[in-house]
């Protein structure tokens, strides 16, 4: 017989193990498996979804400190390296589109990231690419509602 999981009770342990082991280099399914918390938790929990975050950033911020240390002091050198290897991947606060409007204020939040810049092009292309992607679908849908309405009212 399966045996159930007992739900996790989040407090300030969990969270700083979470982010401890998300610093060194844990993914998420490592971190499930280590401190036996669903998957699922650890991917829907706003707070341990932050501390996921802060864990990631503490690495990349440990990585890029050791990759800009090991170089000389060429600093055009060390820009372009940053840039192309994205080392400063902010987190950005897109929402997940429930319609039209807000995968359009999800693109212009990023435009507006990309301008002040905080995020780079490539990061701008893919969160364009995503939020275009629900924008077609849901046009998708609202031209089938309109011609399923136009169809029952021409019957």
């Known amino acids: 017989m399966p045996t159930t ?6 407090n300030d342990e969990i969270l700083l193990r979470v982010e401890e082991l998300a610093s060194k280099g844990f993914n998420n399914i490592l971190i499930s498996q280590s401190l036996d918390i669903g998957i699922t938790t650890l991917s829907r929990n706003p707070q341990l979804k932050q501390s996921i975050q802060r864990g990631k950033l503490t690495l990349s911020e440990k990585i890029t400190q050791t990759v800009l240390d090991s170089l000389d002091e060429d600093s055009s050198m060390k820009q372009l390296l940053v840039k192309r ?3 400063f991947n902010p987190i950005v606060d897109i929402k997940k589109p429930t319609d039209a409007k807000d995968a359009l204020e999800n693109i212009g939040k990023a435009i507006k990231l990309y301008a002040d810049g905080k995020i780079n092009e490539s990061q701008l292309r893919s969160l364009e690419a995503t939020n275009n992607s629900f924008l077609k679908g849901f046009d998708i849908v609202e031209i089938e509602a309109r011609v399923a309405a136009l169809e029952e009212a021409h019957a």
């Open 85 to 87: 290897l994205c080392l």
């Open 5 to 10: 999981r007992t739900k996790t009770k989040i």
